[in-house]
């Protein structure tokens, strides 16, 4: 019965995609790396299709974990599909592992409506709402013994009860045949005074609380025993109980109208009545007001170290917008809870991957780049990793293996795909299974190759339009190489003339990010697709950028003609000076 509320950064129309599924099992993802490129996008659109195809994930979703480039928009545009929800954590949360249907008490209902409830369900601890539906406590199955049993057990206080006699009647299913009693909403001091003594010990305990002044608080139990219903009534108790479904007389009717005393008649005996009187106490004077509530955002991990010390058995969680209780969490939840499950596509580090990936459940990799060595599994995973320009080409080869023709837009996207990252097969990354596909690919898709990479590459110039930012992180990498930690940016243009009018503001940003995320070097690579041309702006230290293998123009800025590929040339120029920087 594990529930999910949903990521805070998922957008609305896909989290009621993902409701009708949600309750059933934990979600399964094709996710790119950060700062996604068209390849990334793309692939995990394609592969997610297929796995639902095949019916190998019937739930899988292609997501994303950030922002779309305006190259990429152009494509799923073209391709008439919508952008992959976005995606920045993966850890599992309060909300996703919550109970959300919930066994709950109000803080007007009496002792055997609780017990009742929890016995039914089985659990031990309930949340109490107050008349508004707002949480106001927790109720634990031991605090309903505190309603049975009075913490003083000497002289008057063990026979009285705090309760509203309206409940009490319910409780006991009673017949009202007296003065009528107050709202259910009223309680009050009630001495309980069983009469089953002889009728002189009834009288002079009755004497005796007409002394005390507190006789009108008395409530007398008693069977079929007219003198003492007699007796009660004339001293002038607050009410009388008559047991066993006994007659009452005109005469004690009439009586007891004229005191204004409260006549109940119950089917049960005396001595079960006098137990379930005790039953008919409400929950609000038990109830523990002081307790903790978590968020449906808060991480398991996190949640589990916090709630460790906390004599608290169970928690509820609270949506922060409405303030209303999502669910509910026991300690045991936070044991083995459900992970979210991931298909990566496109990287296979976890410095590139979302956020919470170590908590994750890890499935599958498909992907074209080198292998870094951080990434583990608890089981045995599918891993596809060939030296190939695109990994939506392997996205493809993977339809064609399975004889699954893809639809229009799964067919646009993986063309889209392979194009980015071939520069429209021109790149040195290039193989022939690269230019298989795309072939293959562009019947379904209704493309021409080269007609739609060319229109792909004229959309919009980030160097132009772009902020800052927004260039850097288009499609950027951060790596891991011989301890030494950096990032490499990529932006493709058609041509280089834009360049010079935005270094500056380029190189302080370039700075900013080695300040900011203390990367040993920073990269930001601008390339002339046309050309197959870049210019290699480089932030970091001196004894890196002196041996970087490309002609320095000045004190930051390189050369490199012929350079195209950030995986197959400029990644391995980075490598080769930091290896000989050391």
């Given at each position: 019965m594990h529930g999910q509320s949903f990521f805070r950064h998922l957008s609305f129309g896909w989290a009621l995609l993902v409701v009708c599924f949600i309750f059933t099992m934990s979600p399964f993802y094709v996710i790119g790396h950060k700062n996604p490129d068209t390849d990334a996008i793309c692939s995990a659109i394609g592969h997610a299709a297929l796995l639902r195809a095949t019916g190998e994930e019937p739930n899988a979703i292609a997501a994303r974990c950030g922002e779309v480039s305006q190259r990429t928009a152009w494509v799923l545009e073209r391709a008439a599909m919508a952008e992959p929800p976005l995606i920045t954590d993966v850890r599992t949360t309060a909300g996703m592992i919550c109970h959300p249907q919930v066994i709950k008490v109000s803080v007007s209902d009496t002792f055997l409506t609780a017990y009742r409830r929890m016995l039914a369900a089985q659990i031990r601890c309930v949340p109490v709402e107050d008349e508004q539906g707002d949480l106001c406590g927790i109720l634990r199955y031991f605090d309903l013994l505190?309603?049975?049993?009075?913490?003083?057990?000497?002289?008057?206080?063990?026979?009285?009860?705090?309760?509203?006699?309206?409940?009490?009647?319910?409780?006991?299913?009673?017949?009202?045949?007296?003065?009528?009693f107050p709202s259910p909403e009223f309680e009050e001091d009630l001495i309980l005074l069983v009469g089953a003594s002889s009728q002189a010990t009834v009288e002079k305990r009755?004497?005796?609380?007409?002394?005390?002044?507190?006789?009108?608080?008395?409530?007398?139990?008693?069977?079929?025993?007219?003198?003492?219903?007699?007796?009660?009534?004339?001293?002038?108790?607050?009410?009388?109980?008559?047991?066993?479904?006994?007659?009452?007389?005109?005469?004690?009717?009439?009586?007891?109208?004229?005191?204004?005393?409260?006549?109940?008649?119950?089917?049960?005996?005396?001595?079960?009545?006098?137990?379930?009187?005790?039953?008919?106490?409400?929950?609000?004077?038990?109830?523990?007001?002081?307790?903790e509530t978590v968020g449906p955002a808060e991480p398991v991990s996190r949640l589990r170290k916090?709630?460790?010390?906390?004599?608290?058995?169970?928690?509820?969680?609270?949506?922060?917008?409405?303030?209303?209780?999502?669910?509910?969490?026991?300690?045991?939840?936070?044991?083995?809870?459900?992970?979210?499950?991931?298909?990566?596509?496109?990287?296979?580090?976890?410095?590139?991957?979302?956020?919470?990936?170590?908590?994750?459940?890890?499935?599958?990799?498909?992907?074209?780049h080198r292998l870094a060595g951080d990434l583990v599994s608890r089981e045995p995973i599918r891993y596809l990793n060939e030296p190939v320009g695109s990994t939506s080409t392997l996205v493809a080869r993977k339809y064609l293996y399975r004889q699954v023709a893809p639809e229009v837009g799964v067919a646009i996207c993986l063309c889209a795909?392979?194009?980015?990252?071939?520069?429209?097969?021109?790149?040195?990354?290039?193989?022939?299974?690269?230019?298989?596909?795309?072939?293959?690919?562009?019947?379904?898709?209704?493309?021409?190759?080269?007609?739609?990479?060319?229109?792909?590459?004229?959309?919009?110039?980030?160097?132009?339009?772009?902020?800052?930012e927004e260039i850097l992180n288009a499609d950027r990498k951060g790596f891991t190489e011989g301890g030494f930690q950096v990032s490499i940016s990529q932006v493709e243009e058609l041509g280089l003339h834009g360049f010079a009018a935005r270094r500056q503001e380029l190189e302080a940003a370039l700075r900013q990010l080695v300040v900011e995320q203390h990367y040993d070097l920073a990269v930001l690579a601008v390339t002339d697709i046309v050309g197959h041309h870049s210019l290699v702006l480089a932030i970091g230290q001196e004894a890196i950028l002196s041996k970087m293998p490309f002609e320095r123009l000045d004190e930051t800025l390189f050369d490199a003609p012929g350079v195209?590929?950030?995986k197959k040339q400029l990644f391995p120029a980075v490598c080769d000076a930091l290896h000989h920087a050391k």
């Open positions: 505190k309603l049975l049993l009075p913490e003083d057990t000497e002289g008057i206080n063990v026979r009285t009860v705090h309760v509203s006699l309206a409940k009490l009647a319910d409780t006991l299913q009673a017949q009202s045949l007296g003065a009528t009755l004497k005796l609380a007409v002394q005390e002044g507190n006789v009108g608080q008395f409530l007398v139990i008693c069977g079929d025993r007219p003198i003492v219903q007699r007796h009660a009534i004339d001293r002038g108790v607050r009410a009388l109980l008559v047991t066993g479904e006994n007659p009452v007389s005109g005469e004690i009717l009439a009586l007891a109208a004229r005191k204004g005393v409260v006549l109940l008649r119950c089917h049960q005996d005396t001595a079960s009545a006098s137990t379930l009187i005790r039953c008919s106490r409400t929950v609000r004077h038990v109830m523990q007001s002081t307790f916090r709630m460790a010390s906390i004599n608290q058995d169970l928690f509820p969680v609270m949506d922060p917008a409405s303030g209303k209780m999502v669910g509910v969490l026991t300690k045991s939840d936070f044991v083995d809870p459900l992970r979210v499950r991931l298909a990566l596509v496109d990287h296979n580090e976890y410095a590139q991957a979302v956020t919470g990936i170590e908590e994750a459940e890890i499935t599958e990799v498909i992907d074209h795909g392979i194009i980015s990252d071939t520069l429209c097969l021109s790149s040195p990354t290039t193989t022939a299974l690269d230019r298989e596909m795309l072939a293959w690919l562009a019947g379904p898709a209704g493309i021409e190759p080269q007609q739609f990479g060319a229109e792909f590459f004229g959309v919009g110039s980030l160097i132009v339009t772009g902020a800052p195209v590929s950030r």
